[in-house]
C-alpha cells in the first residue's frame, strides 16, 4: 500500500480540525496519527495535536509533540507556550516559567505567553509582577477577555475593589455574555458597598442560572448587608441545601453574618 499524498493529507487535517472544534479531541488525535506516520515533521499536525493531548490532560505526550515541534522550528512561540501549559499542569512551574519566557523571547508580540506567565506568577503569590505580565498581554490583546478578566481577579484579591470593578466592567462591555466577569461586576460592588446594585446583578443572571449556588450565596451575604434578614436565611438555606459543606464553612467565616451568630434560624442552618 501506498502512502498518503498530499490531497489524503489535507482531507485528514481538515477533519481532525473539524473533531477539535467539535471537542473531540481523542477523535483528532487518532487523525493527526495518521499524518504523522506519513509525514513526521508536519508542523501543524505536531502542534494541534500536542493542543488536543493538553486538552485530554495527557501532558507528558503534549510535551513530546512541542519538543518535536521546537527541533524542527526553534523560535515557535505556541509551541513554547503551550509546552509551558502542559509543565505547568504537571507541578513544574520552573520548567513552565522558563517556556513562557523563551515563548516571549520567541515572539514579543504573541500575548498568550504573557497571559500564563502572570497566571503562573499569581498561583506563586507574586501579585504586583502577575498583573505586569498580564497588563503587556492586555496591551497586545485588548479585545480579549482572558487577561483583563484576571486581572480583575487579583485586583479583587489584593482588596483593590474599584480597580477590579474597572477590569470586569471593561470586559461585560467587550463581551456582554461574559457571565462570570457580569458576576464578579456584582461581587466588587457588594465589596464597596453597593449592595442593591450588586443584587441587580444577581437577579438577572438567577434569571437564566436559578441554581447557581455561587450566585445565590453571594445575594444572600447582600441581603445580610443590606438588614433584609428574612429573604437572606431563604437564599442561605437554597445554597446550603445545594451545597452544604462549603456554603456552612464560607458561612461561618462570613464577616457580614456576624449579625445572624445569635439568630437561631442561622446557627442550626450552618451548624455554627
Request: positive net charge; aromatic residues 8%.
Amino acid at each position: 500500500m501506498g502512502g498518503l499524498d498530499s490531497k489524503d493529507s489535507e482531507d485528514l487535517m481538515y477533519h481532525a480540525m473539524s473533531l477539535m472544534e467539535k471537542n473531540q479531541p481523542k477523535g483528532a488525535i487518532a487523525l493527526f496519527n495518521k499524518i504523522l506516520k506519513q509525514d513526521p515533521k508536519n508542523t501543524s499536525a505536531l502542534y494541534n495535536k500536542g493542543l488536543a493531548l493538553n486538552q485530554i490532560k495527557k501532558y507528558s505526550d503534549a510535551i513530546t509533540c512541542f519538543y518535536q515541534l521546537l527541533e524542527i522550528n526553534p523560535n515557535d512561540a505556541a509551541a513554547f507556550n503551550n509546552k509551558g501549559i502542559a509543565m505547568a499542569e504537571m507541578g513544574n512551574i520552573q520548567g513552565a516559567s522558563e517556556c513562557y519566557d523563551l515563548a516571549i523571547k520567541a515572539d514579543p508580540k504573541y500575548g498568550p505567553s504573557y497571559f500564563n506567565k502572570g497566571v503562573l506568577l499569581d498561583r506563586l503569590q507574586d501579585h504586583e509582577e502577575a498583573l505586569n505580565y498580564l497588563n503587556k498581554a492586555i496591551t497586545i490583546e485588548p479585545r480579549k477577555p482572558n487577561a483583563q478578566f484576571y486581572k480583575g481577579i487579583i485586583l479583587g484579591k489584593l482588596k483593590k475593589h474599584e480597580e477590579a470593578l474597572n477590569c470586569f466592567e471593561n470586559v461585560h462591555k467587550i463581551h456582554p455574555s461574559h457571565m462570570d466577569a457580569f458576576f464578579h461586576m456584582g461581587i466588587e460592588l457588594a465589596e464597596l458597598g453597593n449592595h442593591k446594585k450588586a443584587i441587580e446583578i444577581f437577579d438577572q443572571i438567577l434569571a437564566k442560572y436559578k441554581d447557581n449556588v455561587n450566585i445565590i450565596y453571594a445575594k444572600s451575604r447582600s441581603k445580610t448587608a443590606l438588614g433584609e434578614f428574612t429573604e437572606s436565611l431563604d437564599l442561605l438555606k437554597k445554597a446550603v441545601k445545594l451545597s452544604p459543606k462549603t456554603i456552612r464553612a464560607w458561612a461561618k467565616e462570613e464577616k457580614v453574618f456576624e449579625t445572624l451568630h445569635s439568630n437561631n434560624e442561622f446557627r442550626k442552618l450552618v451548624k455554627l
